[in-house]
C-alpha cells in the first residue's frame, strides 16, 4: 500500500521540462494588434491620462505583456476650501502610483491564467491603496478613474467615478463596460447599495443647499463623487467598480473618456461618430464631434464644461488589420450635419467588412462596488486610516500581509460560485512555496535530475563546481519576509553571487535583517525593498541621534560610504538644510523657504519645503550659511524639521558602466583586483574546469549529465528570453514601421571603437552624455551621444531618430547614425568645433572668459539662422517638428559660427494641420512657455517653441547676464521692465559688446524681437515666419510690444 502510495505522489509531481514546454506553446497563441490614439481639449487644466504599453506582467517573466489605457478625471475634494490645483495634485499622484500598486498586488510566478484571475482582486486593492495614500499626504481624496488592462482577447476594466469605458464591437452592439457612479441616474448602482444594507442620500450644508450624491455602508466605509468643498466621514475609500471580458478573435473597440465626452454625447453617439477611422484618428473625432455635432443649445443645457480626455483602443485580429484611412475632408458645419447620419452608417458597412460578427463577449468577472462592503462586514472600520495590510492575515503563519503578498493571493478560483475574491484563506509568500513544493505545483530542477540520477553524490558536486566558477545561475533570491531581491544585492552566505550581502535571509529567529553598504562597514537593518535596485534601510545610530529632539542632529551630513568602481549609492529623498547664524540678515527669501528656530543656539536652519528645490538660487540666498545634507521623507511640507528628517531612508544602487556591461551583457561577475582595479570574470577557467568534471561525469552516469545538460540550457535560454527588454521590442517596432532610415546603423562595439572607449568627452546633456570620435568608414570626426538609462519607453531615442532623420536644412544638425544594441543606445551627429552657444554667454565676473564673447553682428548671425531653422521645422518639412526646448545649450556652432538646433528628445511631429496634444510640461526652467505649464494660458502650439527662442535671444544679447555693472539692481538685470523704459525713451542699452551706433541698432532689434516673442498669451505672439521678417528689417519700424507679465514685483506675475 505504501509503495502504491508513493508511486501515486511522484506521478503528481510536474516535470520542469514539461511545464516549460507548456508555457511556450502558450506564447504561440494568436495575438491581435492593439493600436491606440488619444485627444484632450483641456477646459480646466485638470483631466490626466497615461497610455502604458509592453507592461511587465509579473516581476522576472518579460515573456508575457500587456497594455495599460488610463484616463484621470478629476473630482475636487478638499475640507473647507474649493482648491482646484488639489484636485491637480489627486490626479498627478494617481497616475504615478495606481500601476505601480496595481502590479503589486499580483503574485509572482503565476502563469497566464492565475494572472488574469488574480486581476480584478489586484486592481480593487490598487485603488482603495492609492487613495489611501494620497489621503495621508494631503488629508483629501477626490480622483475619479477608469483604468483598462488589455491583455490579448482579455480585456478588465477597474473605474471609479463618471469616467466611463465603451466597447463597441460591430453596428450598434456597444457594451458599457463601467457604471455611471451618478447616483441619481443610475437606478442599478442605487440597488447595489441599499441591497448591502448601506444608503443613497445627497450631503447638504447650512442654508439647505445639496451638494452631491452620497453612498454608505457599514463599517464606514463611504464613497462619494461631486461634494464641492466639504469632506465626507472621518474616512473616504473609493472602491472600484470592476468588470472582466473576453473578446472573440474577430476583436472590438475600446473608447474611453472622461466625464466631458459623456455628458454631451452618448455611448452610441460616440462609438459611431468614429467608425471607419484609425484609433489615432478616431480620438480626434469623438472630441471634435463634441464641439462640431452637438447643437450649441445643447452643450449649455447639458452643462459641458469639464475637460474632454478620450482614448480609442483597437483590438484587432493580425489578419484583419484596418488600413490606414485618411483623415476626413474638411466641410462646413451645416453639411456635417446633414451628413452625420449618413456617414456613421456608411462608415459602419465600412468596419463590418473587416471586423466580423461578435457572436458572444464572454462575461469573466463583474463586480459591483457595493458588494465589497458586504464582504469586508462590520467589523472591518477603516475609519481610522490604518493601513489596508491590517485586513488580511496568513492563514498558515498568522502575519499581517502587505498589500503586494496577500490581497491576490487567493486558494480557491475567482470565478467559483462558493469563492469571493476577498474571502480567505490567503497566504504569505513563504507558506504559499511551501504549499506549491508539498502539492508538487513548482518542481524545480534539482528534483528532476535527482528523479533521473540515483547518484546524488556527483550531482551536488557539480552544483559545487558550478557555483564557484562565478556563473550566473541565480538571478535574484528571497529574503525571508522581505520579498525578492535580485542583483547587485546577495546572502551573505553567497558573496560570489552579488557586492551588497544581505545577512540572516534564511534566520527565521533572527528579529532583524541587515545589510552591508561596504566592505567591513557596520550593518544597518533592510525593511525592505522598493524596486530591483532600491532598498529600504534604517540607520540605528542616525535614529537614536533623531530621538534627542534638538538642533544638533542637523549639525553634520548624512554621508554614505564613498563610491566603489563597481557601483554607486544614492539616497532617493533628502533636504537641503542651510544653517544660518541668528541675526543674520536673509534678502527677503520666498515663501517656501521655511525657517525653523533652533532655540538654545546661536543659529537657524532654513529650507525648501518645495520637492524640486532650485539649489542654485538657494545657494545665492544663503551664501553665507552652511549647507548640510540630511535623507527626509519624500514630503518636507512642513515647518517641524525632525519630522521629516528620518533615519528610514530609499538608497539606489546603480551600477558603473563597466560593472553593467560586464554583468548584463557578457554575463560576467564584478570583481577588482589587489589594486582595487575593475576587472569582468568570464569565469573562462571555470569553464575548463566545467568540461572535465562533464567528462568525469558521463564516465560515471552518462544519462545524468544529458539531463542536467539539457535543464541548464533549457533555463539559461528561458532566462535570456524572459529579460527582453520591452523599451527594446518598441522602438525596434518603430524603425520596422518607418523603414529604412537615410542614417547608418552601428552597433555597440562599433560605437566604443568610434570613441576611443569613451575617452574624449564633450559635455553633458539631459538624455545622456556627449562624446568626440571619428567616423570608422572616412574618418570624419563626429560626435557621439550616449542616452542615458532610463525606465520610460525609449520616447527620447525615437523622438530624436525620427525627427532629425526627417530634416535637411543648414541650420539642423546632422544625424550621421545611431546604435540600437540591447540597451544600449547612441545617436552620432557631424561635429561641431565651436561647441554649443551657452559657452559664449558668460557673466561679467568672468574677465579671462569675455574674451569670448561674439561680435553683434555674429550674434545677430545666429539668431536668424536658429530662426530659419525654427521655421524649416515648423513649416518646411513634409511633418511639422514642435522642438520644445530651444535654449543656448542646444545650438551648436560650427567653424564658421552657423547655428544648428539639436537635442530633439522632447520633440513632438505632427501632421501638418494636426492639434498638439501633450501630456505634462516639456522643456528647460527659464525657456518654457506658459501655455506648457498651464492651458489657462492658451493651446501650446508652435508658438511655445517662438517663445522659447525669444528668451533665448534676450539671453544673447546680454539682457540677463551680461549688463554692466553699473546696473545693479536685480530687477534690472533680470526682468525685461528696465529694457522697455530704455527702449521707450530712447536710452543707450548700457550692454558690454556694443562697440558703436550699428551695434546698438542691432542690439536693439533683437531685443524688441525677444520681448514680441515672450508675450505672456500665444496669441499675441509672431510666428517665427514672421520673427525672420522682422529681424531682417530695419529697427525703426518696428514696434516696441506690450509688457509682458515677468516681472517678480507684481504678485499676480510672480504666482505664474
Not at 1019 to 1024: E, G, H, L
Request: charged share 25%; with cysteine; net charge neutral.
Amino acid at each position: 500500500m505504501a509503495s502504491r502510495e508513493g508511486r501515486r505522489h511522484h506521478h503528481d509531481l510536474v516535470p520542469l521540462a514539461a511545464l516549460l514546454k507548456r508555457e511556450m506553446k502558450s506564447e504561440k497563441m494568436v495575438k491581435p494588434t492593439v493600436r491606440f490614439g488619444h485627444a484632450a481639449q483641456s477646459k480646466k487644466g485638470e483631466d490626466y491620462f497615461l497610455i502604458k504599453t509592453d507592461c511587465q506582467r509579473v516581476p522576472g517573466n518579460s515573456s508575457s505583456s500587456f497594455s495599460v489605457f488610463a484616463p484621470f478625471q478629476i473630482v475636487i475634494l478638499n475640507c473647507e476650501i474649493f482648491d482646484g490645483h488639489n484636485g491637480n495634485a489627486a490626479a498627478i499622484f494617481t497616475r504615478e502610483h495606481l500601476l505601480n500598486h496595481v502590479l503589486g498586488a499580483l503574485p509572482q510566478g503565476h502563469g497566464r491564467d492565475e494572472w488574469l484571475q488574480a486581476l480584478p482582486r489586484a486592481l480593487v486593492a490598487g485603488f482603495v491603496k492609492t487613495d489611501k495614500e494620497f489621503q495621508s499626504r494631503g488629508e483629501t481624496s477626490g480622483t475619479t478613474a477608469t483604468f483598462v488592462i488589455v491583455d490579448r482577447w482579455t480585456v478588465t476594466v477597474a473605474s471609479v467615478g463618471d469616467s466611463r469605458c465603451i466597447l463597441d464591437t460591430q453596428g450598434d452592439a456597444v457594451t458599457t463596460l463601467t457604471v455611471d457612479h451618478r447616483l441619481e441616474e443610475n437606478i442599478e448602482e442605487r440597488e447595489r447599495v441599499t441591497a448591502s444594507g448601506g444608503e443613497v442620500g445627497r450631503l447638504s450644508i447650512a442654508g439647505g443647499a445639496e451638494i452631491g450624491p452620497l453612498r454608505c455602508w457599514p463599517g464606514g466605509l463611504c464613497l462619494s463623487r461631486s461634494i464641492g468643498d466639504m469632506d465626507v466621514g472621518e474616512f473616504i475609500v473609493p472602491i472600484p467598480y470592476v468588470k472582466q471580458v473576453k473578446l472573440s478573435k474577430a476583436g472590438g473597440r475600446l473608447i474611453i473618456a472622461s466625464d466631458g465626452i459623456w455628458d454631451a454625447l452618448s455611448s452610441e453617439m460616440a462609438a459611431k461618430s468614429c467608425r471607419g477611422l484609425r484609433a489615432e484618428l478616431a480620438a480626434m473625432q469623438v472630441v471634435k464631434v463634441v464641439y462640431t455635432t452637438m447643437p450649441s443649445e445643447a452643450l449649455r443645457t447639458r452643462g459641458l464644461k469639464d475637460d474632454t480626455t478620450c482614448i480609442v483602443v483597437d483590438i484587432i485580429p493580425p489578419d484583419n488589420e484596418l488600413p490606414p484611412t485618411p483623415p476626413p475632408p474638411k466641410r462646413n458645419k451645416l453639411r456635417d450635419l446633414l451628413l452625420f447620419r449618413k456617414r456613421s452608417r456608411e462608415s459602419a458597412s465600412k468596419l463590418s467588412k473587416k471586423l466580423s460578427a461578435i457572436n458572444i463577449v464572454e462575461e469573466l468577472f463583474e463586480e459591483g462596488s457595493a458588494m465589497l462592503a458586504e464582504r469586508l462586514g462590520n467589523d472591518d472600520n477603516l475609519n481610522s486610516g490604518q493601513s489596508t495590510s491590517g485586513l488580511f492575515v496568513c492563514a498558515v503563519c498568522q502575519v499581517d500581509l502587505a498589500p503586494s503578498e496577500g490581497i491576490s493571493v487567493h486558494a480557491g478560483s475567482i470565478f467559483s460560485t462558493s469563492s469571493k475574491p476577498w474571502q480567505g484563506p490567503f497566504l504569505c509568500s513563504d507558506c504559499r512555496d511551501k504549499k506549491d513544493a508539498m502539492e508538487g505545483k513548482r518542481p524545480s530542477g534539482i528534483k528532476l535530475i535527482c528523479s533521473v540520477s540515483s547518484c546524488s553524490l556527483t550531482l551536488y558536486s557539480f552544483t559545487l563546481l558550478v557555483m564557484e566558477m562565478g556563473t550566473k545561475i541565480v538571478h535574484s533570491f528571497t529574503c525571508g519576509r522581505l520579498g525578492t531581491f535580485y542583483y547587485p544585492f546577495t546572502k551573505a552566505e553567497q558573496p560570489h553571487c552579488g557586492l551588497l550581502p544581505i545577512h540572516d535571509c534564511d534566520n527565521p529567529h533572527s528579529p532583524i535583517i541587515t545589510i552591508q553598504l561596504e566592505k567591513n562597514g557596520k550593518n544597518l537593518e533592510l525593511n525592505g525593498v522598493v524596486q530591483q535596485n532600491a532598498i529600504t534601510i534604517l540607520d540605528e545610530d542616525f535614529h537614536r541621534s533623531l530621538q534627542q529632539n534638538t538642533c544638533r542632529t542637523l549639525n553634520n551630513n548624512y554621508s554614505l560610504p564613498s563610491p566603489s568602481p563597481l557601483y554607486s549609492i544614492y539616497i532617493k529623498y533628502n533636504v537641503t538644510l542651510f544653517r544660518c547664524k541668528q541675526g543674520l540678515k536673509i534678502n527677503q527669501p520666498p515663501k517656501h523657504y521655511l525657517k525653523y528656530p533652533c532655540h538654545g543656539y546661536e543659529y537657524d536652519i532654513y529650507y525648501d519645503s518645495l520637492p524640486s528645490p532650485n539649489n542654485e538660487e538657494a545657494h545665492n540666498l544663503f551664501s553665507s550659511c552652511s549647507v548640510f545634507l540630511l535623507p527626509s521623507k519624500d514630503e518636507t511640507n512642513t515647518k517641524d524639521i525632525l519630522s521629516f528628517v528620518t533615519a528610514e531612508m530609499v538608497l539606489e544602487v546603480v551600477l558603473s558602466n563597466d560593472c553593467d556591461e560586464c554583468y548584463n551583457h557578457r554575463g560576467g561577475q564584478c570583481r577588482l583586483d589587489n589594486n582595487q582595479k575593475f576587472y569582468c570574470d568570464t569565469g573562462k577557467t571555470g569553464k575548463k574546469l566545467l568540461v572535465v568534471g562533464l567528462v568525469a561525469a558521463a564516465s560515471v552516469l552518462v544519462i545524468a549529465g544529458v539531463v542536467v545538460l539539457v535543464v541548464v540550457m533549457a533555463c539559461f535560454r528561458r532566462k535570456i528570453f524572459l529579460r527582453e527588454n520591452p523599451t527594446h521590442r518598441i522602438i525596434e517596432g518603430f524603425l520596422k514601421e518607418h523603414g529604412p532610415l537615410p542614417t547608418s546603423r552601428y552597433n555597440y562595439s562599433e560605437v566604443k571603437k568610434m570613441t576611443d572607449s569613451f575617452r574624449n568627452k564633450l559635455g553633458q546633456g539631459g538624455f545622456g552624455t556627449v562624446y568626440k570620435g571619428k567616423k570608422l568608414h572616412d574618418g570624419r570626426v563626429v560626435a557621439v551621444k550616449i542616452l542615458n538609462k532610463s525606465d520610460g519607453n525609449g520616447e527620447e531615442f525615437i523622438n530624436e531618430v525620427a525627427s532629425i532623420s526627417r530634416t535637411s536644412h543648414v541650420n539642423i544638425v546632422r544625424l550621421l547614425g545611431f546604435c540600437l544594441d540591447g540597451s544600449k543606445r547612441a545617436l552620432i551627429y557631424e561635429f561641431m568645433p565651436n561647441g554649443s552657444l551657452d559657452k559664449f554667454i558668460y557673466e561679467e565676473k568672468s574677465p579671462p572668459q569675455v574674451a569670448h564673447q561674439l561680435h553683434c553682428k555674429i550674434l545677430y548671425d545666429i539668431a536668424i539662422g536658429i530662426a530659419r531653422g525654427l521655421e524649416y521645422l515648423h513649416r518646411g518639412c513634409n511633418t511639422r517638428i514642435l522642438h520644445f526646448d530651444i535654449k543656448p545649450h542646444n545650438i551648436l556652432l560650427d567653424e564658421d559660427f552657423c547655428p544648428k538646433i539639436s537635442d530633439f528628445g522632447l520633440a513632438i511631429l505632427l501632421e501638418k494641420e494636426s492639434a498638439v496634444s501633450i501630456f505634462g510640461a516639456r522643456g528647460t526652467a527659464g525657456y518654457i512657455a506658459p501655455e506648457v505649464f498651464s492651458r489657462n494660458f492658451g493651446v501650446v502650439s508652435h508658438k511655445s517653441d517662438v517663445y522659447s527662442y525669444g528668451m533665448m535671444i534676450l539671453e544673447m544679447v546680454g539682457m540677463k547676464n551680461n549688463i554692466k555693472a553699473e546696473v545693479n539692481r536685480s530687477s534690472e538685470i533680470y526682468f525685461p521692465h528696465w529694457i522697455y523704459n530704455r527702449l521707450e525713451s530712447d536710452q543707450e542699452l548700457g550692454l558690454q559688446n556694443i562697440r558703436n551706433k550699428s551695434d546698438d541698432n542691432t542690439v536693439r532689434k533683437m531685443t524688441i524681437v525677444g520681448l514680441w516673442c515672450i508675450q505672456t498669451y500665444p496669441s499675441t505672439r509672431p510666428a517665427i515666419s514672421k520673427v525672420v521678417e522682422m529681424l531682417e528689417s530695419k529697427v525703426e519700424l518696428l514696434q516696441i510690444p506690450p509688457k509682458p507679465c515677468l516681472s517678480p514685483v507684481h504678485l499676480s506675475c510672480e504666482t505664474l
